[in-house]
C-alpha cells in the first residue's frame, strides 16, 4: 500500500509560476515511476510528465519548456515545477505511481493516485 500527497496548488495569475509537490508513504519510492496527470472540468484526465526510478524524464508536448519534472528520493517526493503558466494549465493536478519505466504516457498502470490539488491560472 502507499499514500500520496500532493501539495502547493493555488491561485496564479498567466505567466507565473507553481511548484507542485507529491509525498509518498508506505513503499520504496525510489524504485518506482512517478508520474503528473491534470484533469479540466469536462475533460480526461491527461499525461503531464512523468520521472522513472532512472531519472528518464517524458514531458507532454503541450507544457514542454515549460514544466520541468525531478524527484528527490530522499524525501520521497517528486516535483512538478511548472513556469510561463497559461489559462489553460487550470486543472487538478494528480501524482500516481506505476512499476513500469515505458509506456507512462498513460493512467494504464498506475496503481496509486494522490487526491490532487487544484492549479488555477487567472487571465
Known amino acids: 500500500q502507499v499514500q500520496l500527497v500532493e501539495s502547493g496548488g493555488g491561485l496564479v495569475q498567466a505567466g507565473g509560476s507553481l511548484r507542485l509537490s507529491c509525498t509518498a508513504s508506505g513503499r520504496t519510492f525510489s524504485s518506482y515511476t512517478i508520474g503528473w496527470f491534470r484533469q479540466a472540468p469536462g475533460k480526461t484526465r491527461e499525461f503531464v510528465a512523468a520521472?522513472?526510478?532512472?531519472?528518464?524524464?517524458y514531458i507532454a508536448d503541450s507544457v514542454k519548456g515549460r514544466f520541468t519534472i525531478s524527484r528527490d528520493n530522499v524525501k520521497n517526493t517528486a516535483y512538478l515545477q511548472m513556469n510561463s503558466l497559461k489559462a489553460e494549465d487550470t486543472a487538478v493536478y494528480y501524482c500516481?505511481?506505476?512499476?513500469?519505466?515505458?509506456?507512462?504516457?498513460?493512467?494504464?498502470?498506475?496503481?496509486?493516485w494522490g487526491q490532487g490539488t487544484q492549479v488555477t491560472v487567472s487571465s
Open positions: 500516481a505511481t506505476t512499476p513500469q519505466r515505458f509506456g507512462v504516457r498513460t493512467t494504464t498502470g498506475y496503481n496509486y
Open positions: 520521472i522513472t526510478w532512472s531519472d528518464s524524464t
